[in-house]
């Protein structure tokens, strides 16, 4: 295999102005918050149109890149090395042939500089990135859609939109980030509009205290982004200055250097580590998961958008992003037990676990989407990139789905209560299309044949097997019965069952309540609630749990929610059926567009070919030669640890040139693992209607009653309800103790030590002082002091206040210790 | 050191401009309030204006180098001369001071402290505009230390006279304590003077003489630089005067302390002691980085354990200032790059806080945390505007403060000059836990005064409720008769208004620097950048 000449790789308009997905929302922020109430809807139109606009870029950039992949293979064709047909697979490294890497598109402006180095700030665009662009964009438009009635006439509706469309904006920027510090930049907006969004009742300490638990619990995490990425900067700065013409914070840069083998072990280790301890946080994988149920705080379109495409895939799309970094750290290629890979396996579980206690709907899902993230993380952990990064992609649409159901049964069904035990109960007849698209997209996630959840994660569970990670696969199988279970509980409790509650048509407690408030504290909360209403002129929000009073339709009882509300929920139940064909391994290499277009090549490019693109400067066309093929000895089938010494990631590459992805394995399908794995989801099912059924619907007695009997069943139900006891670590533990005695502690230690010396020098002066001043003879005082002293008693008697004897006599003896100070200083000079 | 000697009056102009107006006002008649705020206002604006001059006359491409450089001659006796210049360095210093005292003087033209004396007050304030001024154009020790030195009465008579009831203890300590620093300072200055030959006071002589002195003696020397500016900035344990004299301090003496007094010390770090001594440098930089470290922790925990609100900005002064002489003390460029910017950004955030706190004390009568609640319904954009700062505050990225915190932490990993990594690398994983610490205490702070229900106390007095309750009419005429400012300390029943006039003035500068600075760093880095690179490299001449 012979080098390929420089060839020309197709752009497009919009691959090179992919930086506006990110800057259009974030104008948006910007225009809402100074001139949203102004506008006749109050804000959304701009958060719409401008996610709008950001969706039609992402989608133009989506389609120029994959032609820019072909054209890399027209090219090629012409150019007479190998092949012409659009076929993808297998890669090289598997016994196919040698493709040329892709390299991204970038266009950026210098931000900072340091040093003397430049940093840019732009986009830098491929497949991964653009195809979570759309994806991001997409979802918070559907997302956005699905507010504006699902909000209307909240108190704070502007500011709802002004946040959201904030939230996507900080997503998509670090999605499209070219280097570290914007991945920072984005990833702590999202932190930010978390806060806002999940407190945005924050009149209800309860929902204060969320927010303030999720940025703090984020934040833990980012102490890991910090140090990952020092460590990374000047790791690879050298590396990125000699070779690349760049600098440490390049993101293409820290892959090639992870993969040069020329980064001491250490190093890449530790970044791993701390990089990987900021994902944790912020994707909530175990053990900081305890904040992402309570952001369950938020209006449901929070919970939807940020479960799905933003601030909870952050974590996993930075491992997906500088994955050689966590491939030479963790040493993947070799079949190490990643620390990546047991997080995940250990989330997969117990987040599973907890979601079959919860009686909130939101929180069974939340959980959920925990052990979802698990997959993911498992799969990353594991080598299994490309079926991880798929699972992002139809998990969004499936579990974005669920929560807009879960909302519009809130909404219309259960009047704003998310309680399943109390308020629900039958609604499949009251909402028969919300019902359908919950149904959809629960076989979805649960992974049923040929819903979306199926292609995905199934290529998770087999990839973990292929690899060699026997354990780690049936954790992976025994989750997915754990999902089937309890999204059956849930399903059943929600639509399934007599109406109860809410559900059923009866007045709600919560009116009760509040009414009750409004009679203790009078007109006065009243008027709160009114003046920050002034502009929607709705005046009844105090009659409902969450602050959102859409009133307009008096009747109480359980109905189909509005057409702004099913539209999203039918286009997303329609994207959790058939997103999963996009890339279904199983039928064949044709069908796989994620593995021909998402996954970048793992094909070294030599260094001359790479084109500099420093901060400021223009876009780059132009394709990097393939080097000199890694000599392949096209050893095929896919079993994972029949040892691929060679190839990117599996050993240093060829001298003055750079890898910049590894060359992962991908495992062959087999009809008897699918067979396994649809058999352990249809027994998940079975055990679990069973369960409902008896329990439910028949009140068996050998199961009502169970926790008050057995103690073993008692002990196991409060472990779970109590989260594994994890928050009363964090916050009675470890939060009370810094908050309180460790805080006063120290502020102990600075009023009675440090202020004490100083008071106690100031009292022992003065004493002296008074000795000296009756004891020895004035005159014998310094001139010099006198004067000093002089000055300050002027100074004193011109202004009242002052305590005029006092400064003379500590002005004094300062000058006097000073001079002693200084005699010694003098005498150690000279010496 | 190469020097730009154009428009040589520019910076005498710009520094001793306030003087003018202090005389002038000297012989303004007392009872005249209005004329008096009125010259203060106007002063302070032609200073600013002739800082805006100065930032259009600077040559940006070659901002290493001393721009309007002057060096006549002033004390021959003793070798100093009147020698000034403005670099990269000091260049966002003095500007921001400039502005500063500007804002500041706007804002008292409603918010003059209780004790009354406006003529006092604003001579005192153009007197110190023109010490910190002076401070960072002066490149002669002498000069120097006269400027430092200049700043240290007015700011004691504004805390002593115009301060909050514990005032005089306050005043007294602050003034004591930096004057114990700055004894120690003047001998060092002094020994300096004398271990280069006693040729001059100049800073660029001193630069190319101190390097060759014996390193025992840099590292005396330096001690003594370390106890008067450490004092200033001020560092753990040194930081003991900074609660008091904040909480105790009108909000304009607290604003411009934090906002730019702070900043003389670490600005005498970076452009006297580290330059001069790089010996002292190198041997001190260990002990300076725990300090400051130290100082990132226990200034957290201090928040932490604060009830009251103003209290609690100050000990968070003393945290960030950690991140600041963490970043000085790696003496890399990165790290003092880092410092610089955290510097101009925690002067913007943190006078910001010190504004905001001035403001509520001014509403409420109190600051005690656990009474104030709902700021948000009480005063909606008061409240966004704390929270805004809260969040720069913490080091956001997107906002200024980010620019200051996360380049000093990163620079620890690799220190300058053969520095212990070890220790660096462990000061930089405890300085990173800091940041949680500062979420800790500026989100709980922000929790527990923003969100929730007003408290009862005082509940259903501000302008937000009363305009739901009665309609606008009549909620304006209130407001329009509680704003003559004839209070009388303990009428509780007095009304809460939202940002006024004069706020909105003083502040929509503040707010705009924080996200400028924060979304596009460049502007800062671009102008600092050379002169640190440079201050640097010759470090490393000397230090090999």
């Given at each position: 295999m012979v080098a390929a000449e420089v060839a020309q790789l197709s752009s497009g308009w919009f691959l090179e102005n992919a930086w506006l997905i990110g800057l259009i929302p974030a104008v948006g922020f910007a225009v809402i918050i100074l001139f949203g109430k102004k506008l006749p809807m109050q804000g959304s139109e701009i958060g719409l149109g401008t996610l709008g606009a950001s969706l039609v870029i992402a989608t133009g950039a989506g389609i120029q890149w994959m032609q820019r992949t072909n054209s890399a293979e027209t090219e090629e064709a012409a150019a007479g090395v190998l092949r012409g047909v659009a076929r993808a697979l297998p890669r090289a490294s598997e016994g196919g042939a040698a493709e040329p890497f892709i390299e991204p598109v970038s266009s950026t402006w210098v931000w900072w500089q340091n040093s003397g180095l430049e940093f840019g700030l732009g986009s830098s665009i491929d497949g991964l990135s653009v195809m979570l662009l759309w994806l991001v964009a997409f979802i918070s438009f559907l997302v956005q859609i699905f507010s504006l009635d699902y909000v209307r006439g909240d108190r704070r509706y502007t500011h709802f939109f002004a946040a959201m469309t904030l939230f996507s904006s900080g997503m998509l920027i670090m999605v499209m980030a070219d280097n570290m510090v914007q991945v920072i930049l984005g990833w702590e907006i999202m932190g930010l509009c978390s806060f806002l969004l999940i407190g945005h009742w924050w009149e209800e300490e309860a929902n204060s205290v969320a927010a303030l638990k999720a940025f703090f619990t984020v934040r833990v995490g980012d102490v890991g982004l910090l140090v990952g990425t020092a460590i990374l900067f000047f790791g690879a700065n050298q590396y990125a200055v000699d070779n690349l013409d760049t600098n440490g914070f390049d993101l293409d840069a820290i892959q090639a250097w992870a993969l040069s083998g020329q980064a001491s072990t250490w190093t890449i280790v530790m970044a791993a580590i701390a990089l990987f301890i900021a994902c944790i946080g912020k994707s909530g994988q175990f053990p900081l998961h305890t904040w992402l149920p309570d952001a369950m705080a938020g209006p449901t379109p929070v919970s939807s958008l940020l479960h799905s495409s933003t601030m909870v895939v952050a974590g996993v799309f930075l491992v997906a992003q500088i994955y050689p970094v966590f491939w030479e750290g963790f040493n993947i290629a070799n079949g190490g037990l990643s620390f990546i890979a047991v997080i995940g396996g250990i989330t997969i579980v117990i987040s599973a676990l907890l979601a079959f206690v919860q009686d909130d709907i939101k929180k069974v899902l939340a959980y959920s989407t925990v052990s979802q993230l698990g997959y993911m993380m498992l799969g990353l952990g594991v080598g299994a990139w490309l079926p991880a990064v798929f699972h992002i992609f139809t998990h969004a649409f499936f579990k974005c789905c669920l929560f807009l159901c879960a909302g519009s049964v809130s909404h219309s069904g259960s009047h704003h209560s998310f309680d399943m035990k109390k308020d629900m109960g039958g609604l499949r007849k009251f909402m028969p299309i919300t019902f359908g698209a919950w149904v959809v997209s629960t076989l979805a996630l649960t992974g049923v044949f040929p819903f979306a959840g199926f292609w995905s994660k199934d290529e998770i569970i087999d990839n973990v097997g292929n690899n060699g990670y026997t354990f780690l696969f049936w954790v992976g199988l025994g989750g997915a019965a754990l999902t089937a279970g309890y999204m059956t509980r849930a399903t059943y409790l929600v639509f399934f069952g007599e109406p109860r509650g809410a559900a059923a048509g009866e007045h709600h407690d919560d009116h009760v309540v509040h009414a009750d408030d409004h009679a203790l504290v009078g007109a006065a909360t009243h008027s709160l609630s009114a003046a920050t209403n002034t502009d929607d002129g709705h005046g009844d929000h105090a009659d409902d749990d969450h602050g959102h009073g859409d009133h307009g339709h008096d009747d109480h009882g359980p109905h189909e929610s509005g057409k702004l509300i099913l539209f999203p929920i039918v286009v997303l139940a329609f994207l959790a059926t058939v997103?999963?064909?996009?890339?279904?391994t199983p039928l064949g290499e044709s069908w796989e567009q994620f593995k021909k277009y998402v996954e970048p090549r793992p094909e070294a490019v030599a260094f001359d070919a790479i084109i500099a693109s420093g901060p400021g400067e223009s876009v780059q066309l132009v394709v990097p030669a393939v080097a000199p093929a890694v000599e392949d000895d096209g050893h095929g089938e896919g079993a994972g640890d029949d040892g691929h010494s060679t190839g990117c990631g599996r050993g240093e590459p060829e001298a003055a040139t750079a890898c910049f992805f590894p060359a992962v394995v991908h495992a062959e399908p087999k009809f008897a693992k699918i067979l396994l794995s649809l058999a352990v989801v249809a027994a998940g099912y079975a055990a679990a209607i069973a369960f409902c059924i008896a329990f439910y619907k028949r009140r068996d007695p050998r199961l009502v009653g169970l926790t008050q009997r057995s103690r073993v069943a008692r002990a196991g139900y409060k472990f779970l309800a109590n989260k594994y006891y994890l928050d009363h670590l964090y916050e009675k533990i470890i939060v009370r103790g810094v908050a309180h005695p460790i805080a006063d502690a120290a502020y102990w230690i600075n009023q009675k030590v440090l202020d004490g010396a100083v008071n106690g020098v100031g009292e022992g002066g003065k004493r002296a002082g008074n000795w000296v001043y009756d004891n020895i003879d004035q005159k014998l005082v310094d001139g010099a002091v006198n004067g000093s002293g002089l000055v300050a008693s002027e100074s004193g008697h011109a202004m009242q206040p002052m305590q005029s004897g006092k400064v003379n006599q500590y002005g004094a003896l300062l000058f006097g210790a000073a001079a002693v100070g200084a005699i010694v200083l003098v005498i150690l000079n000279v010496s | 050191m190469e020097t730009l000697t154009d428009q040589t009056w520019l910076l005498t102009v710009g520094t001793f401009l306030p003087l003018l107006g202090a005389l002038v006002l000297m012989f303004w008649p007392k009872d005249d309030e209005s004329g008096i705020k009125g010259v203060g206002i106007l002063t302070a604006g032609a200073t600013m204006l002739v800082g805006i001059y100065t930032l259009v006359q600077f040559d940006y491409g070659q901002s290493a180098k001393l721009q309007f450089f002057v060096d006549a001659e002033w004390i021959p006796v003793i070798k100093s001369g009147y020698t000034i210049g403005l670099d990269g360095i000091s260049l966002p210093l003095y500007v921001l001071s400039m502005a500063v005292t500007f804002l500041v003087m706007i804002y008292t033209w409603d918010n003059m402290p209780d004790a009354g004396n406006t003529k006092a007050f604003l001579i005192l304030m153009l007197v110190l505009q023109t010490g910190m001024a002076g401070t960072f154009i002066a490149q002669d020790l002498i000069l120097f230390f006269v400027f430092f030195e200049l700043v240290l009465l007015p700011m004691y008579f504004m805390i002593g006279v115009w301060g909050g009831e514990d005032r005089r203890y306050a005043s007294l300590k602050f003034f004591l304590y930096t004057m114990f620093g700055s004894a120690f300072m003047l001998v060092a200055f002094l020994a300096l003077f004398f271990q280069t030959g006693g040729e001059s006071f100049g800073f660029a002589q001193l630069v190319e003489a101190g390097a060759s002195i014996d390193r025992d003696v840099q590292i005396w020397i330096f001690a003594g630089m370390f106890l008067g500016f450490a004092v200033k900035v001020p560092m753990f344990p040194f930081h003991t005067w900074l609660p008091d004299a904040h909480t105790q301090a009108p909000t304009q003496g607290s604003v411009i302390l934090a906002a730019i007094l702070l900043k003389l010390g670490t600005y005498g770090f970076v452009r006297i002691a580290i330059p001069m001594l790089p010996e002292g440098a190198k041997a001190w930089a260990p002990a300076i980085g725990i300090l400051a470290v130290l100082g990132i922790i226990y200034g957290a925990l201090g928040c932490l354990a604060q009830t009251d609100m103003k209290r609690l900005i100050a000990f968070s002064s003393v945290a960030h200032m950690g991140f600041v002489m963490l970043g000085i003390s790696t003496l890399t460029s990165f790290g003092i790059n880092a410092a610089l910017f955290g510097m101009v950004a925690h002067g913007l955030i943190t006078g910001m806080l010190f504004f905001i706190a001035g403001s509520v004390k001014h509403r409420y009568h109190t600051l005690e945390i656990r009474r104030l609640s709902g700021m948000l319904i009480q005063m909606p954009r008061m409240g966004w505007i704390l929270g805004f700062c809260a969040m720069a505050s913490l080091g956001l990225p997107g906002l200024a403060g980010f620019w200051g915190e996360f380049p000093a932490i990163l620079s620890a990993y690799q220190p300058g000059f053969g520095l212990s990594e070890p220790l660096f690398r462990t000061l930089m994983v405890i300085a990173a836990v800091g940041t949680v610490l500062a979420a800790a205490y500026l989100l709980w702070l922000y929790q527990r005064t923003a969100f929730g229900e007003p408290s009862d106390e005082f509940k259903g007095h501000s302008d937000a409720e009363h305009a739901a309750v009665d309609g606008h009419g009549v909620a304006h005429s209130l407001s329009a008769a509680a704003n003559d400012h004839t209070h009388d300390g303990d009428d509780a029943h007095e009304e809460i208004h939202d940002v006024q006039l004069t706020e909105w003035l003083s502040w929509t500068p503040f707010l705009v620097a924080i996200v400028v600075f924060g979304v596009y760093p460049q502007l800062m880095f671009k102008v600092m950048d050379p002169a640190v690179t440079q201050l640097v490299e010759r470090l490393g001449a000397s230090l090999g």
């Open positions: 997103s999963g064909f996009t890339n279904a | -």
